[in-house]
């Protein structure tokens, strides 16, 4: 158990419908890093959030925005959902101090499938 | 731009034999490199890490070498079990890239009793 939570565990869009997943971090982690894992394939890194800004961010279009909020936990919005979008999407917290990033740990993962 | 190559699977082997899993990687800099194992269903567990060249990495009897003048971080285990099968991924993160983690595309193996 990391102590990462991902909700919901799976859902099904249509579409051009609008998605939300939700993320919370480990206790007394400041970073979350969301990934795309398509099926048979490696995660592929979306965007990271330190202290509620965007940290980094990855090859997705802006469709895919995100938030993170004071408590830590985050959300990934994606919009105009693409068949291409159905894959299983992680999310993993870490701790972020002056000297670098500590390990990645990540929840069990919400499952997409678009229609 | 970074990036981590494995061996492609499927890697079959029977209870109690040899494991290697290759992993290569390119990189700009100085990366940390991470083995994640990932079991039917769920999500990625660390496996093990090493930060910098020539520290060894080790947990539940698997053991993976950070080589600098190979570039390469090649998971082994001496003695598999079923249970160890899962899909395995290969990942580096580098601080100029804010520490992402930049995954290979998964070695999966079964081990058969």
């Known amino acids: 158990e990391t102590g990462v939570t991902q909700s919901p565990t799976h859902l099904i869009k249509t579409r051009g419908q609008q998605v939300t997943l939700r993320c919370s971090s480990q206790s007394g982690h400041n970073t979350v890093s969301w990934y795309q894992q398509a099926l048979g394939q490696g995660p592929q890194f979306i965007f990271q959030y330190y202290r509620e800004e965007e940290n980094g961010r990855g090859n997705f279009p802006p469709r895919f925005s995100g938030l993170q909020f004071p408590n830590y936990s985050s959300e990934l919005n994606v919009n105009a959902l693409e068949l291409d979008d159905s894959a299983l999407y992680l999310c993993?917290?870490?701790?972020?101090?002056?000297?670098?990033?500590?390990?990645?740990?990540f929840g069990p993962g919400t499952r997409l499938l678009v229609l | 731009g970074d990036s981590v190559t494995q061996m492609e699977g499927p890697v079959t082997l029977s209870e109690e034999a040899f494991l290697t899993i290759n992993c290569t990687y390119t990189a700009t800099g100085y990366p940390s490199l991470f083995w994640y194992v990932q079991y039917p269903g769920e999500g990625l567990q660390l496996l093990l890490k090493?930060?910098?060249?020539?520290d060894k990495g080790s947990n539940k009897g698997f053991e993976a070498t950070y080589r600098k003048e190979t570039t390469s971080f090649h998971l082994e285990k001496g003695s598999v079990q079923v249970s160890d099968s899962a899909v395995y991924f290969c990942a580096l993160s580098e601080g100029n890239s804010g520490y992402a983690l930049n995954f290979g595309k998964g070695t999966s193996l079964l081990v058969t009793p």
């Open positions: 090493a930060t910098k060249a020539d």
């Open positions: 993993a917290s870490s701790l972020e101090l002056a000297g670098g990033q500590e390990t990645q740990y």
